[in-house]
């Protein structure tokens, strides 16, 4: 089915940048599109009614680049900005993490302590790029002149100020606009390798005229709209996995039918006032891990087939740890490294270009925090080329694979006569698969 292109909002508005202009915010080596190609699109015989698959972008890799090239993450040092000791926001959890991934190695238990991703511990081949801040015109297609002005010279209202939790300034603004610049390469880059990390981001609290929950600009939000300049069909999935529902992304895409924005968070935390998305998953409050895991696990497939992506935002969390103070979570570390397998193995196997971005985490001991953030960059460092040679998985769920419909019972494949119910198994299975 066609794409309808609607630029209803004023901050989404298309306007043109020179494409120097856009190279020098992702760095050297990178290319603003990527090469992609288009998937088949079918309706499965028995899916009378359904919505058929749509032409899906998948990335286009040589085995080499495939299975040797780093995973590449987006750096600034000017991703920490000065704040008073007492903060509660871990400004210091930027140098921390990008220690040690640099390092190549986590503290925290591999996922093979809870989910194996392989038979062997992975070993996470990534390389760190910097970025220049983010130009203005680019910023501008998602908040206005005002706010922007306001930031910059300090003159927010007393209420603003307190909302956004963060110190109006002009380094403030120029620190902010680093972080876009960094998920705009990560986006980028993930287009053309299939995946890519902005070692910050993910801030879903901002909205166009104002800020909140210490989010300045809101990245994804910039980064969807600039690609959407010249991809306007790009389907795109936020992928929220934050303990806090991410209400300024949901707001500025609300009547976006191009943008799923998917979030699992608890009911009754921060923000008080939520904005609806595509699809919110609600937890109680210290809610288990397990728990946790069987809602993520049940929700997010059936709304990713069906959405059918051509990208995937990951605004990762560290908040949902056991020992996070704002999160209201009760996830440990083995809790993560399942999280994330799954998340990984989801947008892995079916190719599914996607960017990871930092998102919150306020964790007691602060080291921590960048010890769960480094954790999940790690892990998709050595996650992603293992898997990416693997056949992409069908869209069709898998009792429907176990038990073919009668479609497939009816119109057997020779292959299935001459075998048998094994092979009948097996001809479903090769029919689903594109």
């Known amino acids: 089915g066609a794409t309808e292109f609607r630029t209803t909002k004023p901050n989404c508005q298309v306007s043109s940048v020179p494409?120097?202009?856009?190279?020098?915010?992702?760095?050297?080596?990178?290319?603003?599109?990527?090469?992609?190609?288009?998937?088949?699109?079918?309706?499965?015989?028995?899916?009378?009614?359904?919505?058929?698959?749509?032409?899906?972008?998948?990335?286009?890799?040589?085995?080499?680049?495939?299975?040797?090239?780093?995973?590449?993450?987006?750096?600034?040092?000017?991703?920490?900005?000065?704040?008073?000791?007492?903060?509660?926001?871990?400004?210091?959890?930027?140098?921390?993490?990008?220690?040690?991934?640099?390092?190549?190695?986590?503290?925290?238990?591999?996922?093979?302590?809870?989910?194996?991703?392989?038979?062997?511990?992975?070993?996470?081949?990534?390389?760190?790029?910097?970025?220049?801040?983010?130009?203005?015109?680019?910023?501008?297609?998602?908040?206005?002149?005002?706010?922007?002005?306001?930031?910059?010279?300090?003159?927010?209202?007393?209420?603003?100020?307190?909302?956004?939790?963060?110190p109006a300034c002009e380094?403030?603004?120029?620190?902010?606009?680093?972080?876009?610049?960094?998920?705009?390469?990560?986006?980028?880059?993930?287009l053309t390798d299939g995946l890519a990390c902005n070692l910050a981001g993910g801030t879903h609290h901002a909205f166009p005229d104002h800020g909140q929950g210490y989010c300045v600009l809101n990245d994804v939000a910039i980064a969807i709209c600039d690609l959407h300049v010249t991809r306007p069909e790009?389907?795109?999935?936020?992928?929220?996995?934050?303990?806090?529902q991410g209400n300024?992304?949901?707001?500025?895409?609300?009547?976006?039918?191009?943008?799923?924005?998917?979030?699992?968070?608890?009911?009754?935390n921060y923000p008080a006032v939520k904005t609806p998305g595509s699809l919110d998953v609600e937890l109680a409050r210290y809610v288990e891990g397990a728990d946790y895991l069987e809602q993520l696990?049940?929700?997010?497939?059936?709304?990713?087939?069906?959405?059918?992506?051509?990208?995937?935002f990951w605004i990762a969390g560290a908040d949902p740890h056991e020992h996070d103070r704002f999160g209201q979570m009760k996830l440990t570390d083995a809790d993560f490294a399942a999280r994330d397998e799954h998340i990984l193995r989801l947008v892995t196997r079916t190719r599914t270009p996607t960017a990871i971005l930092y998102g919150g985490g306020y964790n007691r001991d602060r080291e921590h925090t960048a010890r769960l953030h480094a954790a999940t960059v790690l892990r998709a460092a050595g996650y992603f080329p293992?898997?990416?040679?693997?056949?992409?998985?069908?869209?069709?769920?898998?009792?429907?694979?176990?038990?073919?419909?009668?479609?497939?019972?009816?119109?057997?494949?020779?292959?299935a006569a001459i075998l048998g119910p094994a092979a009948l198994c097996l001809s479903g299975i090769s029919r689903l698969s594109w």
């Open 171 to 190: 380094t403030l603004l120029t620190r902010s606009r680093l972080e876009v610049a960094g998920t705009l390469a990560a986006t980028y880059a993930a």
């Open 248 to 268: 300024g992304t949901h707001a500025i895409f609300a009547a976006d039918r191009r943008v799923f924005t998917y979030s699992i968070h608890v009911g009754k």
């Open 386 to 415: 293992k898997r990416l040679n693997r056949p992409p998985v069908s869209f069709a769920p898998i009792a429907e694979v176990l038990n073919p419909p009668p479609f497939f019972r009816d119109h057997p494949s020779p292959a």
């Open 19 to 166: 494409l120097r202009q856009g190279r020098q915010i992702i760095g050297a080596g990178l290319t603003l599109i990527g090469n992609v190609r288009p998937r088949r699109s079918r309706l499965l015989p028995w899916q009378s009614g359904a919505r058929p698959f749509r032409l899906r972008s998948t990335i286009c890799l040589s085995p080499a680049s495939s299975l040797t090239q780093p995973v590449r993450c987006f750096y600034h040092p000017d991703y920490t900005f000065p704040l008073p000791a007492e903060h509660p926001f871990p400004m210091d959890k930027f140098w921390r993490a990008e220690a040690l991934i640099r390092a190549g190695s986590s503290p925290l238990p591999p996922p093979s302590a809870c989910h194996p991703l392989d038979d062997k511990r992975f070993s996470p081949a990534l390389s760190i790029h910097p970025v220049d801040p983010a130009p203005f015109d680019l910023v501008l297609r998602v908040h206005t002149n005002d706010y922007l002005e306001q930031i910059r010279t300090g003159s927010l209202d007393p209420r603003a100020a307190l909302k956004l939790g963060l």
């Open 297 to 312: 696990e049940a929700t997010l497939a059936p709304a990713f087939f069906d959405f059918a992506p051509d990208l995937v």
């Open 234 to 244: 790009l389907r795109v999935f936020v992928l929220d996995t934050d303990a806090h």
